[in-house]
């Protein structure tokens, strides 16, 4: 990578093959088992499904869309909207429940 920012660290190591995973789905999965309290971003399902069967916890693009909404530091929708602009693919039902949930979620509960 050229003109890294200061604060990424570049790790090589051999990357042993795990399922029928592409090689970066391996190498971030190897690299979470080294990592002590390390949460995986991981999107693809076959690569989650591997890493919850290893004990790694992991978080897709959504949940840390999720997580920045609830303290404030992305608007859920907007953001949403933006993703699918791109080649993300997400089905309308899940968009829907997000959606959902964030407005349950901002509002008070009822005394």
């Not at 970066?24 to 999107?43: H, K, S």
């Not at 693809?44 to 997580?67: D, H, K, N, W, Y």
């Amino acid at each position: 990578m050229r003109n890294a920012p200061d604060w990424i660290e570049v790790r090589s190591r051999f990357v042993e093959p795990i399922a029928d995973l592409d090689p970066g789905e391996r190498a971030a999965i190897q690299l979470a088992r080294a990592e002590e309290g390390a949460l995986l971003l991981i999107d693809e399902t076959a690569g989650r499904f591997v890493a919850s069967q290893l004990g790694i916890p992991t978080t897709g693009t959504l949940g840390i869309l999720r997580a920045a909404a609830r303290v404030g530091l992305v608007d859920l929708r907007t953001s949403l909207a933006r993703l699918l602009n791109t080649n993300f693919r997400i089905s309308q039902a899940l968009i829907d429940q997000l959606l959902s949930a964030s407005l349950r979620a901002d509002k008070p509960p009822m005394r």
